[in-house]
């Protein structure tokens, strides 16, 4: 073997042993590269979990506490609002907590109160205006579904324009619409074409 032959024959295996080294290298460099990264989403994820942003949306459980409010169901007689306490979450858009407050009463007394807001009728939406005022808009099905009867039906209105204006006090009238439409009255026997405000002498002693 000539002295070229082994000369290049050097310089081959040293190439090889080079690229051999290089690819071990990129290896090396990669692993450690996506090492590096995990560490970092981990402790970047932890530091969140530990110490939660003080700005922006945080989960619900931890911006919003319960606080006692007053719902207004009948009497056995239909003739008075019973007042009844209930811890609910305070929202921080009045619509919300009017429509949270309405749901509740479709819910029913947790207390023995009738029910003023027949079983099955559907919410839609709760808007409250500049002036002051919440528009209240159900579902047709609580025209349907209603008893009837000037007392349940003054109960009705009454027990959600009270409740709305007990526990969120910068509002002074409710406006109850039907899909979106005002409506002359729900069962034939009070005007609902017109915004309510609050009836304290319809209220006697919450039960003990």
Excluded: W
């Excluded at 009497?75 to 609910?88: H, K, S």
């Amino acid at each position: 073997m000539t002295m070229a032959n082994k000369k290049e024959k050097k310089v081959k295996k040293i190439q090889a042993k080079k690229s051999k080294q290089k690819r071990r290298m990129g290896i090396l460099g990669i692993i450690v590269a996506i090492s590096v990264g995990f560490l970092i989403f981990f402790f970047v994820t932890l530091f969140d979990s530990l110490y939660p942003p003080t700005t922006g949306q945080t989960p619900r459980t931890q911006t919003q506490e319960k606080e006692q409010m007053t719902l207004f169901f009948a009497d056995p007689n239909e003739r008075f609002l019973v007042p009844e306490t209930r811890y609910m979450t305070r929202e921080t858009n009045q619509g919300d907590q009017a429509a949270a407050l309405v749901a509740a009463l479709i819910e029913g007394s947790r207390q023995g109160g009738m029910k003023t807001i027949p079983s099955g009728a559907e919410l839609i939406d709760v808007k409250i205006m500049e002036e002051g005022m919440a528009v209240v808009n159900f579902k047709e099905n609580i025209i349907d579904l209603h008893p009837g009867g000037s007392a349940s039906e003054i109960m009705t209105i009454f027990s959600i324009s009270n409740t709305i204006l007990t526990n969120i006090p910068s509002l002074n009238r409710v406006l109850i619409k039907v899909e979106g439409k005002s409506i002359q009255t729900l069962k034939g026997h009070m005007n609902t074409e017109s915004p309510i405000g609050m009836n304290e002498e319809l209220i006697i002693e919450e039960r003990s």
